[in-house]
C-alpha cells in the first residue's frame, strides 16, 4: 500500500494514548468505538482529534482488503478519567447484526478474549496482506479475498470469520509460494509488527502470546535441550484448544510460525512436524539450518515434511 502502513497508522494512534485520558473516539451516529481507536483515552480534545483523523485514515486504507468495513462519523467525547465515579456514564454501545473481519464490536457485553483474539488475527493478516502488496503477489491477494467473501456469506460471528480468513491465507501461500518464498514473506511480514520489548526466551515468548490472545488455551513444550539461539536441534510443543481447524490432513500454523519470526527473526524454523494427541496437537520444529527449507505455513498431520 502507498503511504503509512496499517501497522504504521495503529502504532501512531498508541502512541497518542494516555491512561486514564478523558477523551475518547466514537461513532456519532451509533456510539461504536471503532478499532483501531477502541479502548484508548486521550490526554486532550486536540490529541483525540488526530486519533480520530488517524481512525479514518487507517479504516480508509483496511477496505481495500475489505470493502465490507463500516463507515462511522468519527467525533470526540469526554468523560471522567477511568475509575472516577463522578458523573460516570455507560456508552450505549451497539450490536449489530452484520459483522466484518475488520470489525469487532466492543459492546458492554464482551466477553473476555474476544477483542484479544479477534485484534491478533488483524495484526497478522494485515502484516501479511502487507507483505503480499508490496512483494508483487496480487494474484494471492485477490485469491484470498475471493474466499473471504465467500466466507463472509455464511460466516455469522467476527471471531470465526476471522480464523476462516486466516485458514485461507495459509492455504493460499502454502499451494501457491515455494517454502523459500514463504519464509521471506513471514520473515517481512514479522518485521512489520511491533518488536518484542523484552528479552524473554523466543519460544515461550511465542507460545505465551498465543495463549493470551487466546490462539491456544494451554502448552507445554519440551526441556531446554536446545540451543534456539544457534539454530541447531529442534523442540517438541503440545498444544490444546487451538483455534484453527485441520483442512485435508494439514494444519494451518501460520499464526505459531509468524509470532515466533517476530520473537526471533534469525532463525526461523526449518520445518514443522504436526501429530495428534491427547485431545491437542504435537508439533516438532526443526531448527537446524539444512539448507533445505520446509512448508512452514501448513504441516502435514502425522505425515513426514
Wanted: with cysteine; aromatic share 6%; glycine share 8%.
Amino acid at each position: 500500500m502507498v503511504g503509512p502502513t496499517l501497522i504504521d497508522i495503529r502504532e501512531h494512534i498508541d502512541g497518542l494514548g494516555t491512561k486514564g485520558g478523558q477523551y475518547y473516539v466514537r461513532c456519532g451516529r451509533t456510539g461504536d468505538r471503532p478499532v483501531p481507536a477502541a479502548g484508548i483515552r486521550f490526554p486532550d480534545r486536540a490529541t483525540a482529534r488526530a486519533a480520530a483523523r488517524a481512525t479514518e485514515q487507517y479504516r480508509s486504507a483496511l477496505r481495500r482488503y475489505d470493502p465490507q468495513v463500516p463507515y462511522y462519523d468519527l467525533i470526540v467525547c469526554e468523560e471522567p478519567p477511568l475509575g472516577s465515579t463522578k458523573g460516570h456514564r455507560h456508552d450505549s454501545m451497539t450490536e449489530r447484526d452484520e459483522y466484518t473481519l475488520s470489525e469487532p464490536v466492543i459492546t458492554k457485553t464482551h466477553t473476555p478474549g474476544h477483542g484479544d483474539l479477534v485484534e491478533f488475527c488483524h495484526r497478522v493478516a494485515g502484516a501479511v496482506f502487507e507483505t503480499l502488496s508490496e512483494s508483487g503477489y496480487d494474484d494471492i491477494e485477490t485469491a484470498v479475498m475471493d474466499a473471504y467473501f465467500e466466507l463472509a456469506e455464511n460466516v455469522g460471528g467476527p471471531d470465526e470469520l476471522c480464523l476462516c480468513l486466516l485458514e485461507s491465507i495459509t492455504t493460499e501461500l502454502h499451494e501457491r509460494l515455494s517454502p523459500a518464498d514463504q519464509a521471506e514473506v513471514l520473515a517481512d511480514a514479522a518485521a512489520r509488527l511491533k518488536p518484542p520489548t523484552d528479552e524473554t526466551n523466543p519460544l515461550d515468548a511465542t507460545l505465551d502470546t498465543l495463549e493470551q490472545r487466546g490462539v491456544i488455551e494451554s502448552y507445554t513444550r519440551s526441556p531446554d535441550s536446545v540451543d534456539l539461539d544457534a539454530g541447531a536441534g529442534a523442540i517438541v510443543v503440545q498444544i490444546s484448544g487451538y483455534a484453527l481447524s485441520a483442512q485435508n490432513d494439514r494444519l494451518p500454523v501460520l499464526p505459531v510460525t509468524l509470532e515466533l519470526c517476530r520473537h526471533h527473526t534469525d532463525h526461523p524454523p526449518q520445518s514443522i512436524q504436526v501429530t495428534t494427541g491427547d485431545g491437542g496437537w504435537q508439533l516438532m520444529f526443526g531448527l537446524a539450518d539444512t539448507g533445505d527449507q520446509n512448508d512452514i505455513v501448513s504441516a502435514p498431520i502425522d505425515g513426514e515434511v
